[in-house]
């Protein structure tokens, strides 16, 4: 059972991914049409298809044992961070106040920052930080000034 869940999404940002994907399914058509390499052209647009409509969301979940970061389809966008190897988090305001190694960024009212005992330091973006720090003070990850 999820202690807390947010899906991330950004308007704007999937008006403006929304561009390429229109313009590869015109080339693609167009390509049919000509009858030459439609099957490279179609492997291409569903490659990059799959990609754009992965980062157009971001889903945070975090129970007792990890918090997991993943994009709409999850294929691309995904990372877990178990709690036990999580050494310390720090709360910004703003959605560009913080950088992580690792860092999952969509327009928000605030971030989130893990530092892990093992592994690079992982940054997400977020419109509630604030319950975000409260769940994991709750499973005991300390909370940086």
């Keep these: 059972m999820a202690l807390y869940e947010e899906t991330l999404t950004s308007r704007i940002l999937q008006v403006v991914l929304l561009v ?9 058509y167009a390509t049919y049409q000509a009858g030459e390499g439609f099957e490279i052209m179609l492997a291409t ?3 990059v298809a799959i990609l754009l409509l992965d980062v157009m969301a971001i889903r945070i979940e975090i129970d007792e044992r990890e918090l997991r970061i993943r994009g709409i389809l999850g294929l691309i966008v995904r990372k877990t961070v178990p709690i036990e190897n999580m050494a310390s ?10 950088y992580g190694t690792i860092h999952f960024n969509l327009p928000a009212k605030g971030c989130v920052t893990i530092h892990q005992r093992k592994g690079w330091t ?3 973006t977020t419109n509630n ?8 003070a709750t499973l ?4 940086e000034p």
Aim: charged content about 15%; overall charge neutral; some cysteine.
């Design 20 to 28: 390429p994907i229109i313009s590869m399914l015109a080339g693609l």
């Design 45 to 47: 647009t569903v490659g």
């Design 89 to 98: 988090f720090r709360v910004g305001e703003g959605w560009t106040s913080c």
């Design 122 to 124: 992982v940054s997400f």
């Design 129 to 136: 930080p604030e319950e975000v720090a409260r769940v994991l």
């Design 140 to 143: 005991g990850v300390p909370r």
